[in-house]
């Protein structure tokens, strides 16, 4: 059993040492800079650029977990962002200056959660599919981020917020101390605490989970608050720093976050995941992105490369987890 | 970034002395969304022709796929990688600019090209290239008023505009330099809706499909490019409405051409991505070599109507 | 102790559900220390009335009384907490968790912060295994339990708390003999320390093993509460059903023909080994064994559905390939699994879209469905079997397990299969439709059709085999004709005691 | 009297829920708007919804066969992009079937993934999505493509065209899904797609063979993106890449307002249908009113939602879940 679990849960490491080494040999071949791939700093580079879809994909993880998947998060991230940005020029933020920073940071953090309370509410209390019911806020959120702002970027650039966006603690990128502390306090909460394990329990047979009297639709509430938190932190990280938010920004963020969780190794059917694994899955693909860009890959070898790989590690995944010839071939 | 085996191998003989390498010039550009439509795709080839024609250039081409996070952490790769220049096609106008200031932090300068950025960001860039998109829409207005008044309905045409996808720099431009100009010139003529078409010509001819049902007396088309004004064309032709309409587009592209040439579509605005990446690049090279440049290099975007369009090639995209 | 305060007392319950009246005012009490029994067929209300007590629905009328004190219990841990405690008879296990988070699933022990006392989990599940005296730790990952050993797990979530009544509803379903006697024990230990158990089986023999007295529910409705001591199966069965059933052995005799099939030296990986046997037109075999001892398995290799590491399979004397069951069922075999649900139904389609799934392809009009030719099978089979539904169009999900698996039967027998295998034919389905189900295998017999029966349950198997092969663990330990079979011996070489002597 | 309304009310949502919020959408809509139903409109919605509709056709298949097909959107770009490059070099009467021999490759290699090495098909799909989008830039390098000589082909019948004054798409969308819902709900192949989305277990304890009808139901998928391919092509003779970006996702939402279950074994072209054009009413509706194209985005959303969820509130009697 533990070798498996080092099979399953190494995977996604040795895909990524294999990434490493091929763009750095291909990029000495094929780059026109003197840089090396795997420079220091282009590793500390790798980690912040990570931190947007990461931060969201290691709340995916739990919803994962729990055996529902929340398609909305792209939607939430952008509602939030244009709500942290617009902020800034309410007409009694801009009397109390720097202060407005904390204060416009709590109101885009509770746009999210309120967003992904609004999300858990409807799963818990109709009891539609979250599929369903994330495909249709999906909509619904992006045609608020629209409405609030008529079609137009929301706009707002804080020097001291970007000088504190930018600041590299031990060396650290902001967004990468919110990415790991974001990783921590998950981790934590995945093996450590009952909430994290009965989500487990509940993706993994919920009709047990609620014969042991496990409450799944406040636990459902709670964890799409948490992810639509995230996804709101991830807008703070990112727009803190970039100071203006397009109507469409986010727009495929749910499915790049669903990548990165399927990548690093979370069953789809739920039960099964862990928060170390899906940053594995977020730092493959940014590393996927930036090698591509690196050895000065096209447009479409980046998405058929991407879209393959997928399909690969998916295949490899299943081939892993075959009990030989022995199987029930059902 | 379509390098020949020639240009790799040119490449890394290049490499071979530092002396050699610091005479050429590694110049950087991060596009908005290469493969969304046609001028975005012909402008990173005259680009990469441009670079490889040039021995003194070598040139990294990326593209953010309209994702502003992937451009900026590609404006911090650029970086990284100490190139000597960086171009940038911005996805959003203002979100990059703490990115370009990093860029300017670290002595590398910018040039910004197509669309640009905003105001507060000026002082990081060494230079802007690219078409003036609030003059295109304010001469878009002004073909279209030029023309109902030749045909003696500008006292009472009702239009209808087919911007581009909202929320991009160029679609706002050009509506706000379209909107602000016709009533200067034309004040009778009402705006009667603005829908977005996305840069997309299906969705545009739907959306000129519900503009054709719900007002029965539809005079002109402003569409922020041609490939939109095009999908509004189809539209009307199929409702049997064509005649009666005068379409103004954006970005000549060759269907408007050819639509124009069949006498169906009344005039656009000529720009050139082969013009548009030229510029950018030999910006961001005079940059290099010390020339002193004004600040906003626009390339010219003449008007080009059905009755001067013998003066223009079609465009090839 | 008649004397004393019933632990547990139920006073007119009564539930409806829309269109349905699932329980109509049952009453009847658990002592201290007594094990009582409750009887009834499926669809009696049995699993309802858990679901009352244990909080999932709420009573419409009646009141429950804890030790006389009348309680509304709102779920699970609620009743848990008062001191009710149920053991689920499917497997309620999350098997990613370990065995220790499983038994304490919805009451992990909590520091501060809602973090998990490891610690006090591990030592408490330890120590809860231990009074179980099984050979698993409280760390292990339930999914690589075996099948008996879940069971185990799920009845040591019982031992959690001190309880005053524990609910075991059909608790030996998948355990072997060794471990119900650890389980007996159990109750037994239980019943020591005053603990009221309600026991919920359609074993008769494990009935009049260990429990005092019997409540039976019949439709809904309580019909009455029998003393273990004073009663008899006969009656027993009388009061759930309304009548006597014929127990003894079916008297059809008849001549067999030729082997139908035979198997040589079959064997999947490490699932079995060198598996031999024949089936004769007109025969039923009987297949008898733990679970896991590779009935299963053996059965789904020669439906096609494993494929086998070594061995020949012949049928009517041809060696045959079976790649698949659609293979197989062109060769005359057909196969009533194990799990009705999961595989011999799609619940969501009706009664006659199923029964003729196997044969859609033939039931054309040019290339449309023929619906009369569809309707007229399954009007053939629903007399012929009797089964009992409104009509085609009704949802296979809707009928009772009887039914479900006379159209599972139906679906078969309207392919003419020559070798039908039925595995776990009674399993979850009630006394009634049981024996009209034994009878079932016993004339399709006489009509020539070679029958092989794979059952856990004694009786079942004595009762309909003409011949009883005994498994045990991979392999076929011995073989019986139904006149020499004991229940000793068989007991004997299924526990794979008797194979070095047999062998 | 309110009881057995209620009940009667309740019965026909249940059965009926996506008529009778289609019915009550237009009558809505009519009133805000007299050129709401005006012929000409209406035959504009079915016309501009055949080329979504023709996609969600197939999709039901895939859907009721317990997948899911997210590619359907970069698939209809790919198909776009081939038929109007091939036009040009292979002549119309070459170029589409070639066109639809390839994507229905396309959907062959879907199909082999996901029913015969069953791999999940949400992750399959969502690669592919990418996949099929680089491959079509690669075809196109990118550019627009178009066909040159736009008056004298015959090609634009498909798009354009009208036979006895109906639309040409119209009649192709109606033409298929009167054909598909024959397929689905009067063959034996229809048959074994419910049975294997339903419980593909126990179809293939039945001997359906669940391997080839998954595979088959990609086929179809693709085959019908590949005819909307084809109707987009001839509609403008002349398309970007990105032509069938984010389709997937309405198409999806079409098919699940038809009351298709997400879960398999449910649904019926004809719902699709009406799941189509209710989406495209309500489109235009709340363009015809003057709404910003916003707006149908939030619609959409509260519509989605209240069809499911009135729809399995009616499977389980009542509107709350009991989830506790």
């Known amino acids: 059993m533990t070798k498996e679990n080092l099979i399953k849960q190494g995977a996604i490491w040795a895909f990524i040492a294999v990434e490493l080494i091929f763009f750095t040999v291909m990029g000495d071949i094929l780059s026109v800079t003197s840089k090396s791939f795997m420079d220091f700093e282009n590793m500390l580079l790798l980690l912040k650029q990570s931190a947007p879809i990461g931060i969201i994909a290691l709340g995916m993880t739990i919803i994962m977990v729990n055996g529902n998947i929340d398609l909305s998060v792209g939607a939430t991230f952008a509602l939030s962002a244009v709500v942290l940005l617009d902020s800034f020029s309410w007409p009694f933020m801009a009397a109390?200056?720097?202060?407005?920073?904390?204060?416009?940071?709590?109101?885009?953090?509770?746009?999210?959660?309120?967003?992904?309370?609004?999300?858990?509410?409807?799963?818990?209390?109709?009891?539609?599919?979250?599929?369903?019911?994330?495909?249709?806020?999906?909509?619904?959120?992006?045609?608020?981020?629209?409405?609030?702002?008529?079609?137009?970027?929301?706009?707002?650039?804080?020097?001291?917020?970007?000088?504190?966006?930018?600041?590299?603690?031990?060396?650290?990128?902001?967004?990468?101390?919110?990415?790991?502390?974001?990783?921590?306090?998950?981790?934590?909460?995945?093996?450590?605490?009952?909430?994290?394990?009965?989500?487990?329990?509940?993706?993994?047979?919920?009709?047990?989970?609620?014969?042991?009297?496990?409450?799944?639709?406040?636990?459902?509430?709670?964890?799409?608050?948490?992810?639509?938190?995230?996804?709101?932190?991830?807008?703070?990280?990112?727009?803190?720093?970039?100071?203006?938010?397009?109507?469409?920004?986010?727009?495929?963020?749910?499915?790049?976050?669903?990548?990165?969780?399927?990548?690093?190794?979370?069953?789809?059917?739920?039960?099964?995941?862990?928060?170390?694994?899906?940053?594995?899955?977020?730092?493959?693909?940014?590393?996927?992105?930036?090698?591509?860009?690196?050895?000065?890959?096209?447009?479409?070898?980046?998405?058929?490369?991407?879209?393959?790989?997928?399909?690969?590690?998916?295949?490899?995944?299943?081939?892993?987890?075959?009990?030989?010839?022995?199987?029930?071939?059902? | 970034m379509k390098r020949t085996i020639k240009a790799m191998l040119a490449c890394s003989a290049a490499m071979l002395g530092t002396a050699a390498a610091a005479e050429t010039m590694t110049i950087g550009i991060t596009q908005n969304n290469v493969g969304v439509d046609s001028y975005q795709t012909t402008y990173e080839k005259a680009f990469i022709e441009a670079a490889d024609a040039n021995p003194d250039v070598e040139a990294v081409v990326l593209d953010a796929g309209g994702d502003v996070a992937r451009q900026i952490a590609q404006i911090e790769d650029l970086i990284q990688q100490e190139v000597d220049a960086i171009i940038i096609w911005p996805t959003n106008g203002e979100a990059v600019i703490p990115a370009v200031r990093k860029a300017k932090q670290a002595g590398i300068p910018v040039v910004i090209t197509n669309s640009n950025i905003a105001e507060q960001g000026f002082d990081f860039v060494s230079s802007f290239s690219g078409p003036d998109n609030i003059t295109q829409g304010a001469r878009a207005a002004e073909i279209m008023c030029d023309k109902f008044k030749e045909m003696g309905t500008d006292t009472e045409a009702q239009i209808v505009q087919i911007s581009g996808q909202p929320g991009y720099t160029t679609a706002i431009e050009r509506a706000k330099g379209f909107e602000d100009r016709l009533p200067e010139v034309c004040p009778d003529v009402t705006l009667l809706e603005s829908q977005p078409g996305d840069w997309n010509r299906e969705k545009s001819q739907q959306v000129m499909e519900a503009f054709l049902v719900k007002y029965d007396d539809i005079d002109g088309v402003y569409a922020g490019d041609d490939n939109m004004g095009v999908g509004a064309l189809n539209a009307a032709k199929a409702a049997g409405r064509a005649g009666d309409i005068i379409f103004v587009g954006a970005t000549n592209f060759s269907v408007g051409y050819e639509a124009m040439e069949a006498g169906e579509y009344w005039g656009s605005i000529y720009q050139s991505p082969v013009d548009d990446a030229k510029a950018a690049l030999q910006t961001a090279i005079d940059i290099l070599g010390g020339k002193e440049l004004p600040f906003l290099n626009y390339f010219d975007t003449p008007k080009i109507t059905q009755d001067n369009m013998a003066e223009f090639d079609k465009p090839v995209f | 102790m008649n004397n004393d305060i019933p632990i547990l007392r139920l006073e007119g319950i009564v539930k409806t559900f829309p269109g349905v009246r699932a329980l109509d005012g049952v009453s009847f009490n658990v002592l201290p220390g007594e094990v009582h029994a409750l009887m009834g067929e499926n669809g009696a209300g049995k699993s309802t009335l858990m679901k009352v007590l244990?909080?999932?629905?709420?009573?419409?009328?009646?009141?429950?009384?804890?030790?006389?004190?009348?309680?509304?219990?709102?779920?699970?841990?609620?009743?848990?907490?008062?001191?009710?405690?149920?053991?689920?008879?499917?497997?309620?296990?999350?098997?990613?968790?370990?065995?220790?988070?499983?038994?304490?699933?919805?009451?992990?022990?909590?520091?501060?912060?809602?973090?998990?006392?490891?610690?006090?989990?591990?030592?408490?599940?330890?120590?809860?295994?231990?009074?179980?005296?099984?050979?698993?730790?409280?760390?292990?990952?339930?999914?690589?339990?075996?099948?008996?050993?879940?069971?185990?797990?799920?009845?040591?979530?019982?031992?959690?708390?001190?309880?005053?009544?524990?609910?075991?509803?059909?608790?030996?379903?998948?355990?072997?003999?060794?471990?119900?006697?650890?389980?007996?024990?159990?109750?037994?230990?239980?019943?020591?320390?005053?603990?009221?158990?309600?026991?919920?089986?359609?074993?008769?023999?494990?009935?009049?093993?260990?429990?005092?007295?019997?409540?039976?529910?019949?439709?809904?409705?309580?019909r009455g509460t029998l003393v273990t001591a004073e009663t008899d199966e006969d009656k027993v069965t009388q009061a759930m059903i309304g009548r006597s059933l014929d127990l003894t052995r079916s008297p059809l005799q008849h001549e067999m023909g030729d082997i139908a099939l035979e198997v040589r030296g079959l064997e999947c990986g490490a699932l079995y080994q060198d598996v031999s046997f024949s089936v004769r037109k007109g025969e039923v075999v009987g297949f008898y064994g733990l679970v896991g001892a590779g009935r299963t398995e053996i059965a789904e290799t020669i439906f096609g559905l494993r494929a086998p590491s070594a061995g020949k399979i012949l049928i009517n004397g041809q060696e045959v390939r079976i790649g698949s069951p659609i293979e197989a069922i062109r060769l005359g075999i057909s196969l009533v699994p194990e799990d009705r649900k999961g595989q011999g139904l799609v619940l969501g389609m009706n009664c006659r879209d199923n029964m003729t799934l196997p044969q859609v392809d033939d039931m054309t009009a040019g290339p449309f469905l023929a619906n009369g030719a569809e309707v007229a099978i399954f009007d053939q089979y629903r007399d012929k079997l009797d089964i009992r539904t409104p009509g085609w169009r009704q949802q296979v999900g809707n009928l009772s397990g009887g039914n479900q698996q006379k159209i599972v039967i139906g679906k078969w027998l309207s392919m003419h299969p020559e070798v039908l295998i039925v595995d776990e034919p009674t399993r979850g389905i009630d006394v009634g439709s049981k024996s009209e189900i034994h009878n079932l295998i016993r004339e399709l017999a006489a009509q020539g059709y070679a029958v092989i029966v794979i059952s856990s349950e004694m009786p079942e198997v004595l009762h309909v085999s003409d011949r009883i092969v005994a498994m045990h663990n991979g392999r076929i330990t011995r073989e019986f004709t139904s006149d020499e079979v004991t229940e000793d011996s068989l007991i004997q070489a299924i526990s794979g005691i008797a194979s070095d002597k047999v062998a | 009297m309110s009881a057995m309304t209620r009940q009667g009310v309740a019965k026909l949502l249940a059965r009926q829920g996506i008529l009778v919020a289609f019915v009550l959408f237009m009558v809505v809509f009519a009133i805000a708007n007299q050129r709401f139903l005006a012929i000409d409109n209406i035959s504009g919605v079915i016309r501009s919804s055949a080329i979504l509709g023709v996609m969600a056709l197939g999709v039901t298949f895939v859907v009721i066969g317990g997948n899911l097909d997210l590619s359907v959107g970069s698939m209809m770009s790919f198909s776009t992009i081939v038929v109007l490059d091939l036009h040009d070099k292979l002549g119309p009467t070459l170029a589409i079937p070639a066109m639809f021999g390839l994507t229905l490759l396309l959907g062959a290699f879907i199909g082999v993934l996901v029913g015969y090495l069953k791999l999940n098909s949400l992750i399959v799909t969502l690669g592919m999505l990418s996949a099929i989008h680089g491959l079509t830039l690669t075809w196109s390098g990118g550019k627009n493509m178009d066909i040159a000589d736009k008056e004298a082909t015959w090609f634009s019948v498909f798009g354009q065209g009208d036979i006895v004054g109906i639309p040409v798409p119209i009649l192709i969308f109606a033409l298929l899904a009167g054909a598909l819902s024959l397929v689905l709900g009067r063959t034996p192949f229809g048959r074994k797609v419910y049975a294997v989305g339903g419980n593909g277990v126990a179809a293939t304890f039945s001997g359906v063979p669940r391997a080839r009808v998954v595979f088959f139901t990609y086929l179809i998928s693709a085959f019908c993106v590949a005819t909307a391919g084809l109707i987009q092509a001839s509609r403008s003779l002349g398309s970007q890449n990105t032509v069938g970006q984010g389709m997937e996702l309405e198409v999806l939402a079409a098919v699940i307002l038809g009351g298709a279950s997400l879960l398999g074994g449910s649904g019926t072209v004809f719902k699709t249908v009406i799941g189509v054009l209710i989406l495209g009413f309500i489109q235009n509706g709340l363009l015809l009113v003057g709404l910003e194209f916003y707006a149908q985005y939030i619609v959409t959303w509260i519509i989605i939602i209240l069809a499911v969820w009135l729809d399995i509130a009616a499977k389980r009697g009542r509107l709350w879940s009991s989830i506790a």
């Open chain 1, 96 to 330: 109390i200056g720097d202060w407005a920073i904390p204060l416009a940071w709590f109101f885009a953090l509770a746009t999210g959660l309120i967003l992904g309370a609004i999300n858990g509410l409807i799963v818990w209390k109709t009891g539609v599919d979250a599929f369903i019911v994330t495909l249709g806020s999906m909509l619904g959120y992006r045609g608020l981020v629209f409405m609030y702002n008529g079609e137009q970027p929301t706009s707002h650039l804080n020097w001291t917020l970007v000088d504190f966006a930018e600041l590299q603690f031990l060396g650290l990128h902001t967004a990468t101390w919110f990415l790991l502390l974001t990783a921590l306090g998950l981790w934590l909460l995945m093996t450590r605490t009952v909430h994290g394990r009965n989500a487990y329990a509940i993706g993994n047979n919920r009709e047990a989970a609620v014969n042991a009297g496990i409450r799944v639709g406040p636990h459902f509430l709670i964890n799409f608050m948490l992810i639509g938190f995230l996804a709101a932190l991830s807008a703070v990280v990112f727009y803190s720093e970039s100071g203006s938010v397009n109507p469409n920004d986010g727009t495929l963020y749910e499915l790049w976050a669903i990548t990165a969780v399927v990548l690093g190794g979370t069953k789809l059917t739920g039960g099964y995941g862990s928060i170390v694994s899906t940053l594995g899955g977020v730092i493959a693909i940014q590393l996927l992105r930036k090698g591509l860009g690196h050895i000065g890959a096209d447009t479409e070898t980046v998405n058929l490369v991407i879209g393959l790989i997928l399909i690969t590690v998916l295949f490899l995944d299943r081939q892993l987890n075959r009990q030989g010839k022995e199987e029930l071939k059902t």
């Open chain 3, 54 to 222: 244990g909080g999932i629905h709420q009573p419409d009328e009646g009141r429950i009384l804890i030790a006389e004190e009348p309680v509304v219990m709102t779920s699970p841990i609620q009743a848990k907490a008062k001191g009710v405690v149920f053991i689920h008879q499917e497997l309620s296990l999350a098997d990613e968790l370990s065995v220790a988070e499983n038994i304490f699933l919805g009451e992990l022990p909590r520091k501060t912060f809602g973090r998990v006392d490891w610690t006090r989990l591990y030592a408490e599940t330890d120590a809860i295994l231990k009074t179980l005296n099984v050979g698993f730790n409280a760390r292990t990952r339930v999914g690589d339990l075996s099948i008996a050993n879940q069971q185990m797990v799920e009845i040591a979530r019982a031992l959690t708390v001190d309880p005053r009544a524990v609910i075991f509803d059909e608790p030996t379903a998948s355990l072997t003999d060794a471990e119900k006697v650890v389980l007996f024990d159990v109750i037994a230990d239980l019943k020591t320390r005053g603990v009221g158990i309600i026991y919920i089986s359609h074993r008769m023999e494990e009935i009049f093993k260990i429990t005092d007295r019997i409540s039976v529910l019949r439709d809904g409705e309580y």
